[in-house]
């Protein structure tokens, strides 16, 4: 696996700076590189999505963890259109699914270390930054159950997916925040 | 070439006393358009810091050098990223210390009458938001009406002033800001009034504030007036024979909307009767001031926001409108867009829900949207 992720730390820092370091870090990327900021300042989400969209980079999203902001960010890819979604799967359906039937194929599309604080037994991992290059390895008439922190990123990579021709696709909404969650509380089983 | 820094104490000067004003607001332009430093003789250019950090060459040309230039952003950081760019390119610039978010917490405190027994009427313009708060002092009493959550400010008034806070009303339950009303009851012993029809879900004490009720600060007379309307239990004041606080029931150029607590179709046929036919048997003579404005054209002179009731019965948008069916029409259909938080702020009101100092700042965020036209 490639260690591709690239993280920004802006954590404690208020407003310029969260913007300041991201320009600076994404000046240092390839195109086509996703990276992650981490911030607490409330307004850099507004912020780091209108950035994007005046500098020309894809905004993909920011998930919520324990107050700390995790923005999204792939380099110079705005033309990434969020299309139509594809089909939503609750996790409880999901879980169940699971249970009854150990092959399925399921896609986490974290960024590494989140996928290896925690993950869906058997998932595979495709990070949503090297999809492109991993795709291959996916069946494109099996049944792929995307996977992410919240739904936001599985989105992305379902809509990808279904553009370069994946037939039977299925997001997992909410992702692994609640399955975490719920798992620790006894509540999911898988 | 040093930055100076400008204080909300020094914009209200530009805003209420049409000084000419440049703003280089270097917030999202979303942010911008919902709201901003308002003021007559201010003009304004926005462009977001993260556009500017390239560079301010752009926008050194458009930038005027017969007005003063302030620089304003949410907070303070990024204005003040920019206008030490603009200053070492030699531009003499300011920025607004605490940003959007001191903006919306600076009250202007503005006297509106001396009272019959020597007393005086103060009136708080929260120019940020459009919310006006009162202090009636009269022997070393007061009473405070419509608080904002800036509770401090009230208190060092009152402290200033050598008066006791012994009364605490609030006109009704308000969606669009946090009520200091309680706080100040707390910290000084106060009775807090609050509409019963309103108080809902309350989850403190309170006293119930009813039509007829009559209470004195120091030698003056403050008289409830139930007039319902904006919410099922809104209600106005006479104070001193002579002003007449109306809530957000009647403003200057607007009336009140009667949605915010999601009964538009049954509070209509209420603020038509507190309009036409209460206030109609109050003496034209009073002078209405109320709990909210929306435009700085509002603002007089002064700083004040007060206008005599005769002259609202002959030019108020909403008091013209003959026509029941009319009057239905204008405040159930086409109302501006419901305030920020405002389900959070009316159950925050209500004690229901506790949340920080910092969260109640974000709920308040953006323009008071109360009235309809």
Redesign the interface.
């Known amino acids: 696996m490639m260690e591709t992720a690239h993280i920004l730390d802006a954590k404690g820092l208020?407003?310029?700076?969260p913007?300041?370091r991201t320009?600076k870090a994404i000046q240092g990327l390839s195109p086509g590189d996703v990276l992650e900021v981490l911030a607490t300042d409330?307004?850099s989400t507004?912020?780091i999505k209108?950035?994007a969209a005046?500098?020309g980079h894809a905004y993909l999203g920011t998930e919520t963890e324990a107050d700390v902001l995790h923005h999204f960010l792939k380099k110079d890819s705005a033309q990434i259109e969020v299309k139509e979604g594809i089909p939503v799967m609750d996790l409880k359906t999901f879980v169940k699914k699971v249970d009854e039937d150990k092959s399925l194929t399921i896609v986490d599309v974290r960024e590494e270390r989140e996928y290896h604080e925690g993950h869906f037994p058997g998932a595979l991992h495709i990070p949503l930054s090297e999809k492109e290059s991993q795709m291959h390895e996916l069946n494109k008439s099996e049944d792929i159950y995307l996977i992410c922190q919240t739904g936001r990123r599985s989105g992305i990579a379902g809509i990808q997916l279904a553009e370069n021709g994946f037939k039977n696709l299925y997001n997992v909404v909410p992702g692994m925040t609640e399955w975490t969650k719920q798992t620790k509380k006894g509540e999911l089983k898988s | 070439m040093t930055v100076r820094i400008m204080k909300p104490v020094e914009v209200a000067r530009y805003s209420i006393d049409k000084k000419p004003l440049y703003i280089l607001d270097v917030r999202?332009?979303?942010?911008f358009v919902d709201w901003k430093i308002e003021g007559e003789s201010i003009e304004y250019l926005n462009i977001?810091?993260?556009?500017l950090?390239d560079g301010v060459d752009e926008i050194k040309g458009e930038l005027p050098k017969d007005r003063d230039i302030l620089v304003v952003?949410?907070?303070e950081?990024?204005s003040q990223?920019i206008a030490e760019m603009l200053s070492e390119e030699g531009m003499d610039v300011a920025y607004l210390e605490g940003g959007m978010k001191a903006w919306s917490e600076y009250l202007e405190p503005v006297k509106v009458g001396t009272l019959k027994s020597g007393g005086e009427l103060y009136q708080f313009v929260r120019l940020g938001k459009g919310c006006l708060s009162y202090m009636v002092i009269d022997a070393g009493k007061a009473a405070v009406i419509d608080a904002t959550r800036m509770t401090d400010l009230f208190l060092d008034f009152a402290k200033e002033k050598g008066a006791t806070i012994e009364h605490v009303f609030d006109t009704h339950l308000h969606a669009d800001h946090i009520s200091g009303g309680r706080v100040i009851a707390e910290a000084t012993g106060a009775t807090y009034y609050l509409p019963s029809q309103d108080a809902e879900e309350v989850v403190f004490d309170y006293h119930k504030l009813g039509d007829g009720l009559r209470v004195t600060v120091g030698k003056t007379l403050v008289e409830a007036v139930f007039s319902p309307g904006h919410t099922s239990g809104s209600t106005s004041f006479v104070v001193d024979e002579s002003y007449l606080l109306t809530g957000d029931i009647l403003f200057i150029d607007s009336i009140g909307r009667p949605d915010l607590a999601g009964m538009a179709d049954d509070w209509v046929g209420d603020l038509r009767t507190t309009l036409y036919n209460r206030y109609e048997q109050l003496s034209e003579e009073l002078v209405v001031l109320p709990a909210h404005f929306m435009e700085m054209k509002e603002v007089n002179a002064d700083g004040s926001v007060a206008k005599k009731l005769s002259t609202l019965f002959s030019e108020n948008h909403g008091l013209q409108v003959e026509d029941e069916n009319e009057f239905r029409e204008l405040v159930t259909e086409n109302l501006p867009p419901q305030p920020n938080a405002y389900q959070e702020i009316r159950k925050t009101n209500m004690g229901v829900l506790t949340p920080d100092a910092e969260t109640q700042r974000?709920m308040e965020i953006g323009p008071n949207r109360c009235a309809v036209r």
């Not at chain 1, 208020?14 to 700076?17: D, I, N, S, V």
């Not at chain 2, 999202?28 to 942010?31: M, Q, R």
Request: with cysteine.
């Open positions: 208020a407003c310029p700076m913007i300041v320009r409330k307004g507004a912020d209108a950035w005046s500098s | 999202n332009e979303d942010a977001p810091y993260f556009d950090l952003c949410a907070k950081g990024s990223m974000e």
